[in-house]
Structures are given as C-alpha cells and as structure tokens.
C-alpha cells in the first residue's frame, strides 16, 4: 500500500518477482510473453530454450519462437521499479537519499545519519533536486546504451548463425557445380559478395559494441564517483554525444531542469 506517496520496498520486491524470468530468474531481459500461458521470460532465455525443446517451460503447450511476443508492459514496469528504488534509502524505505557520503561512495538518507548514527564521522554533501532529476535521467540514459549494446550482441550472433549457413549452403552447392562451370561461377561470385556484405556488417557492430562498452564502462565509474550537480551534467553531455538521435528529446528535458535566467 502507498503511503505518504511512498511505495514500500516489499512491494517493489513483490513487483520485481512477478517480471523475473521463469528459466534463469532474473528480471526479464528484453522480456517475452508465451501467448497461451502469459508466463514472462527472457527473448534470449526462450531462444536457447525452443532451438531444444518445441513445448513452453511452463504450460507444456507446443509451440514455437513466435509464441513468445514482445510484452512492453513488462519493460515498462521494470523502468519504473529502476527509478522507484532510485528514490528509496535501502536502509529506510521510506525516505529518500538526500545526503552523498564521500566516504561511503553511497547516498543516504537523513535517518541513517541522525538516527543509526551512520556516515556521522564521514564526509558527506547535501543533494539538490537538480542534481536529483538529472541523475534519474544519467540512468535512463545509461539504460538505453546497454539496451543499444545488447541489440548489437544478438544481431551480431544472427549474423554469425547466417554467415555459417551461408558457408555452409556455400559448400552444398560447390559439390553440385562441377559439371556447370558457368552456374558454379554465378553462384561462387553471389556467395562471395554476400559474404564480404556480411563481413562489413560484422565488424560494424564488433566495432559499435566496442564503443558501447567503453562508454558504459566509463559512465559506470563516473556516476559511482559523481558527487555534484556539475558532475552529472557533464555525465549527460556525454551520454547525448553518443546517442544522437536521444539529443533533441533530453535537451528539451533538461531546459525545464535549468533555473530562470541561464
């Protein structure tokens, strides 16, 4: 139950249960619904599952990988519970982190120092509601990145699967053209050229999820270390350098951010 306008930590735990993936158990990743049981799983979890099994994990029932539909549902309420518990002390769920302590790299709230008489020793500096908004949206943005770089990784492996049975239709048809050198030659040169169109696909995105992990990773360091609200625009001005398209949508955000007169 809400309370004061705060959801309760078990509740959030409660939600986070009913999105986990039924086969590893974790938040669904790029979640799928099977359409005959509504069970939620992960789109690679169900891929490795039905390339072995032709029945749904959980209701047994026949099917196939078109069985499991996108469920933005799912996606939604898994952004939600990222930004709820971002506002949420996980020492008192029911306040909110207003306080860095430097000496912890971790915020906190007001009970943790007043009443546990934690971080009382420690360096510490208050959080303004810029530096708040700005950081949710650091994170929205860090979000998108790692879902940029996980849609690379599995177009890549489909191109990997269809580069192999391209070598491998490649060989089938080799052992039927000797005796039509023409066709042979036709088929050869098409086969070349789509390979070499998948080569160049192939190191574009090893090269895109390359630049993707070094952003992630530099980003994940900054915002553990980030301590004021210039630290985080500098972090955004980042993130937007790398997401082009994202520029136009969070620079709007970020003039409702801005006191009157900058």
Known sequence: MIQDGVIPLAEIDSLSKEIECIMCLN?????????HCSVIVCAKCIETWINKQKTCPKCFHPVQETDFVKCRLVDKIIEFIEVVKSNICSNHPKE????????CKKYVCFECIV??????????????????????LNHK???????????????LATLELATQMLLN????????????Q????????????????????????????KIDEMIIK????????????????EILQILQEHIPSMKIQFSNHINILSPKGW
């Open 182 to 209: 023409q066709t042979a030659t036709v088929l050869i040169k098409e086969t070349q050229r789509t390979f070499d169109n998948y080569q160049q696909k192939k190191q574009t995105y090893v090269d895109v999820i």
């Open 96 to 103: 909110t982190p207003r306080v860095y302590c430097s000496t």
């Open 115 to 136: 009443t546990d008489g934690q971080h009382v020793d420690h360096d510490y500096k208050y959080i303004d509601e810029d530096y708040r908004k700005i950081i949710s």
């Open 141 to 155: 943005l860090l979000d998108f990145l790692r879902k940029r770089r996980k849609n690379n990784q599995d177009n």
């Open 27 to 35: 938040t669904a990743n790029n979640s799928r619904m099977c359409i």
């Open 218 to 233: 530099n980003i994940e360091q900054r915002l553990s270390e980030s301590q004021n609200l210039s630290d985080q625009e």
């Open 169 to 180: 239709d490649h060989n089938d048809n080799i052992n039927h053209v000797n005796t039509v």
